[in-house]
């Protein structure tokens, strides 16, 4: 079993700058892909970046790319997010999840998931 705990979300303007954490119980960390997805009010959830075991990162490039850097460090079980450039759209409940074979950018593959962290961006 596998727990996956965020943290970092909160409030920032425009512009601002916030870095998600999501840290990982499991001695297999550093084999699984992990990944970050977000839901804002009314909205289905939407593929945001993973990275796989070898570090190599995907994002999606409509939204967020160029903006956000998924990155993760096997030594202490913990994937990060790190959101540059915020905008109001930005806003949306930002999840983590992990997979121990392959996980697809609809979510499909990924075993584990967090409670999820707020992230809100004002204009």
């Known amino acids: 079993q596998v727990q996956l705990v965020e943290s970092g979300g909160g409030l920032v303007q425009a512009g601002g700058s916030l870095r998600l954490s999501c840290a990982a119980s499991?001695?297999?960390?550093?084999?699984?892909?992990m990944a970050w997805f977000r839901q804002a009010p009314g909205k289905e959830r939407e593929f945001v970046a993973a990275?796989?075991?070898?570090?190599?990162?995907?994002y999606d490039a409509d939204s967020v790319k160029g903006r956000f850097t998924i990155s993760r460090d096997n030594a202490k079980n913990t994937v990060y997010l790190q959101m540059n450039s915020l905008k109001p759209e930005d806003t949306a409940v930002y999840s983590c999840?992990?997979?121990?074979?392959?996980?697809?950018?609809?979510?499909?593959?990924?075993?584990?998931w967090g409670q999820g962290t707020q992230v809100t961006v004002s204009s």
């Open positions: 499991g001695r297999t960390f550093s084999s699984y892909r």
């Open positions: 990275i796989d075991w070898r570090g190599i990162s995907t």
């Open positions: 999840a992990a997979s121990t074979s392959y996980g697809g950018r609809n979510g499909i593959g990924y075993e584990y």
